[in-house]
């Protein structure tokens, strides 16, 4: 059996709360009839990225069916962690029950943190040194009220559970392939609450560049091509974005479906891609091929090939669908999203 680790358990959290664009657009007349989703999701008052991915890392442990004193790694990939100074892994680790023994990071690189965390364990795996871990993305994403971003940033998590190839496991990481850049496409420095962009620049030298070369890298040195694939997965700021990634690359449209969800929750960031491969394996069947291609700011892409195991069957079940989380919304108007989004200071 080929790869690098194989998934026991993988787990999705999206909060409750959603907004919808146009009561974006309704306060600030701008760009409301072409919004790139229909809707996003945000934290409730008592969430961040650290609660949301405890809520994820549970799922991923159920289905994983593993004692958490066996976890010794637990990666966090996010750019909006709760603290300035303290990591959100110690917290986590402390409260899922993981090994003292731990290799405990938080790691930052846009929105490929995510996809990075979960290779990074990979490859404790499959180097020895550790037998299980845990790679996470998380995010509640920053925009600045009447900014383009306002209409996507979103909140979401996604976590997955890694151990040793096996035939029981949920799938496999067959191969990566990580593409990166100085592209200066969004940036936020030290001290500023809202990020910076590039408006259409973000596009076409930074979305799109890396993730065709992340892509077309990994099926250059797997012999692979768009046709083995079942599914396919890509960062998703938005819905138009993907779209044309898949039409650029050779995929299809039905390939594309079940990993695009940002029409409905926005744009999760460092959970973007996770979350979407969550939701294929919720209707993934074994010996189904994957391909995931994160893409992150500043810039780069990774790029996995995903088997689907015999494990799927039984785990599956074990945990909340992605569906669950994005049918249980409750949509909330502006003057709510300020609060919750502590745009507005005062008691919450």
């Known amino acids: 059996m080929k790869g690098i680790a194989s998934i026991y358990g993988y787990g999705a959290y999206i909060p409750v709360y959603r907004i919808e664009a146009k009561e974006i657009a309704r306060v600030h007349t701008k760009g409301g009839e072409k919004a790139p989703i229909k809707s996003k999701s945000l934290p409730g008052p008592d969430e ?13 442990l159920k289905r994983a069916r593993i004692d958490p004193s066996l976890v010794e790694a637990l990666y ?41 965390a979960v290779i990074s364990v990979a490859s404790l795996i499959s180097s020895g040194v550790i037998k299980y871990g845990m790679g996470i993305g998380t995010d509640t994403a920053q925009g600045r009220p009447g900014d383009e971003l306002e209409y996507t940033a979103a909140a979401g998590a996604a976590a997955y559970l890694l151990g040793p190839l096996s035939r029981e496991s949920v799938a496999t990481i067959e191969h990566t392939y990580s593409y990166v850049s100085d592209t200066p496409d969004f940036w936020r420095r ?17 979305y799109f560049q890396h993730i065709e070369g992340a892509a ?5 040195e797997t012999g692979l091509r768009p046709g083995d694939f079942n599914y396919v997965v890509f960062h998703q700021p938005n819905v138009k974005f993907p779209q044309r990634m898949a039409e650029i690359l050779g995929f299809t449209p039905e390939q594309l479906k079940l990993g695009l969800l ?23 069947k074994p010996g189904e091929r994957i391909l995931v291609v ?19 069957v039984e785990r599956k079940p074990l945990a909340p669908s992605v569906s669950y989380y994005i049918k249980r919304a409750k949509y909330v108007d502006y003057a709510f999203y300020l609060k919750y989004r502590r745009f507005i200071l005062g008691v919450m």
């Open 48 to 60: 961040d990225s650290l609660t949301m991915a405890y809520e994820a890392a549970k799922n991923a």
């Open 76 to 116: 966090i990939g996010s750019e909006s962690p709760p603290y300035a100074v303290k990591p959100s892994a110690t917290v986590i680790a402390e409260a899922l029950g993981l090994s003292r023994k731990l290799y405990g990071i938080d790691m930052e690189f846009a929105c490929k943190a995510g996809t990075t």
């Open 190 to 206: 030290e001290g500023e609450k809202f990020p910076m962009h590039t408006f259409r620049f973000t596009g076409e030298p930074a």
């Open 216 to 220: 077309r890298g990994l099926m250059e």
């Open 262 to 284: 940002s029409g409905e929750i926005g744009n999760t960031y460092a959970a973007a891609s996770l979350l979407g491969l969550a939701n294929v394996l919720d209707h993934a």
């Open 294 to 312: 994160s893409f992150g700011s500043g810039a780069g892409s990774d790029a996995l090939s995903i088997i689907v195991e015999d494990g799927i």
